[in-house]
């Protein structure tokens, strides 16, 4: 497997998946909602940012802590879900902005879909490179695969890619 990947045109990315560091993002996770909007959890915590698409930088912050009772939230209507939501907003604090700044800076620089990062600076990256899925695990010192895939509430397997990373078995490349 991985001499097939090193074959594709996309193991320049994968390197630059691997590059990068992650001990400012721990705990914390991101995913791209739209082109200008991010969800994550922080702590346990849900929120949402808007960027200005030009530079980059966070314009709004929405976090809420989730609903006492789910089930009645999800049947409200959107409006009354809204309202909800409203009551429960708290802002960011200056670490929590500096934590999704950086993931949203890497998300951004490596055109990708999601990076989980747990308190530990195990790493779960998603992305798509031309029409195919990639999901990439980084298993820190101390902790095996088969934590890691638990942690991130991953089953599918994965196969070592390089060091301490590995990619989901069932990549394929043209």
Sequence with gaps: ????????????????????????????SISLRTSDSYDGMIDG??????????????????????PRDSAI?????IEEQREDEVARHIPLTDSELSRISN???ILRRLDADSITVDK????????TR???AYSLLRVQPGYSLDDVKERF?????????????YVHKVVECK
């Design 130 to 132: 031309k029409g195919f």
């Design 1 to 28: 497997m991985t001499l097939l990947l090193c074959q594709c045109s996309d193991a320049s990315y994968f390197k630059d998946i691997i590059g990068v560091d992650y001990s400012d993002c721990a705990d914390t």
């Design 120 to 127: 530990f600076c195990n790493v779960h990256f998603f992305f």
């Design 103 to 105: 993931l949203i800076e």
């Design 73 to 77: 939230f999800s049947g409200l209507s």
């Design 153 to 165: 509430h991953r089953d599918e397997d994965y196969v070592l890619y390089e060091d301490n990373w």
């Design 45 to 66: 915590v849900y929120y949402t940012v808007r960027i200005d698409r030009r530079t980059g930088t966070i314009v709004n912050d929405y976090r809420v802590y989730p």
